[in-house]
């Protein structure tokens, strides 16, 4: 096991120390009733049972404590070869995205659709989420906990980012910056948008080229009405995917997408040899439920047959 924030820990112990000392919420008060063996005072058996509530608060407080340290366990991977690639989708959540194509869905709703398809087949690979429109944030880095990452994807609507711009070039270096310090040396961006840059600071084209110079491929993927004639958008796409060593693609519906997602994948080999890796699994869950359920206790009988009077 490994403490990923040790520090925390240690300001939340000094913060109870401090509140201990104060004598608030800890201190003892002067009177029990409702216990029939604390007619003539307690002892033994009896006075451990009566300490039971504070027992169970410092527990839950200790508990918490280590939650907020972050304890972790590690699987060491063997060095060989192993499937699995590191992903990051770049999704359009400009308002442009609510307009509905073919089959009577939103192109957003198209590419969400299609996105979680995709990420259920991956299982090997590591993807993260970044969504833009007139400015880009990481929804979620990269991870192999797909079962949250499809969570968050379907929450994603259009509104989560300000503006109703598309900034493709910012998207594009957010995804960048998630992929540089991966560990496979299959690093790929999907870019999933149905136009043009709008906003944003950074030209497309550049944000490629910065992309091709840390070893990561965008793979474009237009969005769009079946038939429609190229967009001026559409060339901008090819561009950056030809200066990254990517591939540019058109789709419409959540069938079109999905086939598009899995022949970008036949595309880009899966195969690494790597050195012994270790993956983290974080356990600050655990300790949170268990801290809840002492400190809901520990109320429960402060309320009831511990009650104390003043």
């Given at each position: 096991m490994?403490?990923?924030e040790?520090w925390l820990?240690l300001v939340?112990?000094?913060l109870?120390?401090a509140?201990?000392?104060?004598g608030?919420f800890?201190r003892p008060r002067?009177?029990?009733?409702?216990?029939?063996?604390?007619?003539?005072?307690?002892?033994?058996?009896?006075?451990?049972?009566?300490?039971?509530?504070l027992?169970?608060?410092?527990?839950?407080?200790?508990?918490l404590?280590?939650?907020?340290m972050?304890?972790?366990?590690e699987?060491?991977?063997?060095a060989g070869?192993?499937?699995g690639?590191?992903?990051?989708?770049a999704?359009?959540?400009s308002?442009s995205?609510?307009?509905?194509?073919?089959g009577?869905?939103?192109?957003?709703?198209a590419a969400?659709?299609?996105?979680?398809?995709?990420?259920a087949?991956?299982?090997?690979?590591?993807?993260g989420l970044?969504v833009?429109?007139?400015s880009?944030v990481?929804?979620?880095?990269?991870?192999?906990?797909h079962?949250?990452?499809?969570?968050?994807?379907?929450q994603v609507?259009?509104g989560?980012?300000s503006?109703?711009?598309?900034?493709?070039g910012p998207a594009?270096?957010?995804?960048?910056n998630?992929l540089?310090s991966?560990?496979?040396p299959?690093?790929?961006?999907?870019?999933l948008?149905d136009?043009?840059?709008?906003?944003?600071?950074?030209?497309?084209?550049?944000?490629?080229?910065?992309?091709?110079e840390?070893g990561?491929?965008?793979h474009?993927?237009s969005t769009?009405v079946?038939?429609?004639?190229?967009r001026?958008g559409?060339?901008?796409l090819r561009e950056?995917?030809?200066?990254?060593?990517?591939?540019?693609?058109?789709a419409?519906?959540?069938?079109d997408?999905l086939?598009t997602l899995r022949?970008?994948?036949?595309?880009?080999?899966g195969?690494m040899?790597h050195?012994?890796?270790?993956?983290?699994?974080?356990?600050?869950?655990?300790?949170?439920?268990?801290?809840?359920l002492l400190?809901?206790a520990a109320l429960?009988?402060d309320?009831?047959?511990f009650?104390?009077l003043p």
């Amino acid at each position: 096991m490994r403490i990923e924030e040790p520090w925390l820990g240690l300001v939340a112990l000094l913060l109870l120390m401090a509140r201990a000392a104060a004598g608030s919420f800890f201190r003892p008060r002067r009177m029990v009733f409702s216990l029939p063996f604390r007619k003539q005072g307690a002892a033994g058996v009896g006075r451990l049972f009566l300490q039971l509530p504070l027992t169970l608060r410092w527990g839950g407080v200790v508990l918490l404590v280590i939650a907020l340290m972050r304890p972790q366990v590690e699987r060491q991977i063997p060095a060989g070869v192993q499937s699995g690639r590191d992903i990051v989708i770049a999704l359009d959540i400009s308002r442009s995205m609510l307009e509905i194509d073919a089959g009577g869905e939103s192109r957003l709703d198209a590419a969400k659709k299609a996105a979680l398809r995709f990420v259920a087949d991956r299982s090997q690979d590591r993807i993260g989420l970044v969504v833009f429109s007139e400015s880009a944030v990481t929804r979620s880095p990269l991870t192999r906990d797909h079962r949250t990452l499809g969570f968050l994807l379907e929450q994603v609507s259009v509104g989560d980012v300000s503006g109703s711009g598309t900034a493709v070039g910012p998207a594009v270096l957010v995804a960048v910056n998630r992929l540089r310090s991966a560990e496979s040396p299959e690093r790929v961006v999907i870019l999933l948008t149905d136009g043009e840059q709008n906003a944003g600071g950074v030209d497309p084209v550049t944000a490629a080229s910065i992309a091709a110079e840390h070893g990561v491929r965008i793979h474009a993927v237009s969005t769009g009405v079946p038939g429609e004639p190229d967009r001026r958008g559409d060339g901008m796409l090819r561009e950056m995917a030809a200066l990254s060593g990517g591939g540019f693609f058109r789709a419409s519906d959540p069938g079109d997408l999905l086939t598009t997602l899995r022949e970008i994948i036949v595309q880009d080999s899966g195969r690494m040899q790597h050195d012994p890796l270790a993956e983290r699994r974080e356990l600050y869950p655990l300790f949170l439920l268990g801290a809840g359920l002492l400190l809901a206790a520990a109320l429960v009988m402060d309320s009831t047959r511990f009650r104390r009077l003043p």
